[in-house]
């Protein structure tokens, strides 16, 4: 090469130029692994967080959902000049009379029956057991499958093992309630001065997202309204119309099977399967035929309440799939037990409201972009602002 084609430098400050280049790119794909390391790791210490902290904020949570509940009854107290303490006591007081009258009521009834169908449960299982084995006469296989099953010595070493462990019962129940008067407590400091938590919370979001955060935490408000709402509703209809109808079939324990249809209507999807088990398998022992009206009363008020109650009271606000309804209950029950199941919807419904309003937006600009309405056009100058007649 000749000489006069070289850099008196001795370099080529292109090559100078891409090895600047390449080492840019090189650090920002460290910065980028850094990042994401540190997401990982900080991801992974707010879950171990959550786990050893899941007592309290069972608590909390509970109580900020009851006081989303009450909020809107105390607002309007106080806007007719009810102070605000004063509104919240009464309400509370209130909620707690309708609970207590309710349990003088039924709840003597639902001792008595839960006691009796305690006892009774090997009984009945030892007669359905006869009665599968009566079924499958013709198939000697099956038979002798059914016949080595001892269902009534199992649940009887489980009611042993149950009633062994009472200490261990007691304590849970007294932890139980130790729990819900801490609920009952915060709900009340919730209620009565919201102001602090409010103000704590919006500080936390950056001035330039205050009002996206405004409006995104006024959406989660009213979804976990509509399910608190919802749920309750749901619990009273179905309640009573199980219960009303298995009285009617003449299907004893009606009363507790009535109020744990309605309880276990929290639990989405498999609540109702759940409830529906007690009263088919009583039923199975005493008479089969009666077992299938049994099913088919539940089945139908499923029905009802798919297609007419939920959309009109929940689905519409809550706009959840039944996919992620489920994951949601089976990732909340497992890791949070049967409190996590029955807060799975409103967690869930929660996590698709940021996805929608902060993730998407972010992840799909374009789509966000066609998604916001098109300003009118101004309407053209004329007499009051009407549109003037072509000339001919």
């Known amino acids: 090469m000749p000489s006069a084609w070289r850099l008196q430098s001795g370099g080529c400050p292109w090559r100078a130029q891409g090895s600047a280049l390449g080492t840019a790119s090189q650090q920002r794909r460290l910065s980028a692994s850094a990042a994401a390391i540190l997401l990982v790791f900080g991801l992974t210490l707010i879950a171990v967080a959550i786990w050893r902290l899941r007592v309290p904020i069972e608590i909390f949570v509970f109580a900020a959902l009851v006081a989303l509940a009450i909020n809107p009854l105390v607002t309007w107290l106080e806007k007719h000049r009810v102070p605000r303490v004063v509104a919240v006591l ?9 609970i207590g009258l309710l349990a003088y009521i039924f709840l003597p009834s639902l001792v008595r029956q839960a006691a009796d169908f305690t006892d009774h449960i090997p009984g009945y299982l030892r007669v359905v057991q006869a009665r599968l084995q009566e079924i499958t006469r013709h198939r000697e296989s099956l038979q002798r499958w059914i016949g080595k099953i001892d269902i009534s010595a199992e649940v009887g070493s489980r009611l042993k093992d149950v009633l062994a462990k ?3 019962f007691v304590r849970n129940v007294v932890s139980g309630l130790v729990i819900v008067v ?21 500080g936390l979001v950056p001035e330039m997202w205050s009002e996206p955060a405004r409006r995104i935490g006024a959406m989660i408000a009213d979804r976990i309204r509509a399910w608190v709402r919802g749920t309750i509703i749901l619990g009273i209809s179905v309640g009573t119309v199980i219960g009303a109808g298995l009285a009617l ?3 004893p324990y009606a009363v507790l099977f ?12 498999v609540g109702p399967v759940l409830s529906a088990i007690p009263p088919v398998l009583v039923m199975l022992a005493a008479d089969p035929v009666k077992a299938l009206w049994v099913i088919v009363l539940f089945v139908g008020v ?3 309440e798919n297609n007419l109650l ?16 489920i994951f949601g209950l089976v990732a ?17 419904a929660v996590i698709k409201v940021l996805y929608d309003e902060v993730y998407y937006p972010w992840a799909h600009p374009s789509a966000a972009l066609q998604a916001v309405p098109a300003e009118p056009e101004p309407p053209p100058p004329g007499n009051g602002g009407e549109s003037q007649a072509p000339p001919e």
Do not use: C, K, W
């Open 249 to 251: 079939l003449g299907v």
């Open 332 to 348: 909340m029950g497992d890791l949070f037990g049967l409190l996590g199941a029955i807060v799975a919807v409103p967690t869930v």
């Open 310 to 325: 939920v959309p009109y009271i929940m689905s519409r606000q809550l706009q959840l799939h039944a996919v992620s309804v």
């Open 166 to 168: 009472g200490y261990s």
């Open 258 to 269: 009535g109020v744990l249809a309605g309880a276990l209507e929290a639990i989405p999807t």
């Open 182 to 202: 801490l609920m009952f407590i915060t709900t009340i400091y919730i209620l009565i001065n919201p102001g602090p938590l409010i103000a704590g919370l919006r």
């Open 90 to 98: 009464a309400l509370l007081v209130l909620i707690l009379a309708v």
């Open 302 to 304: 499923q029905q009802i």
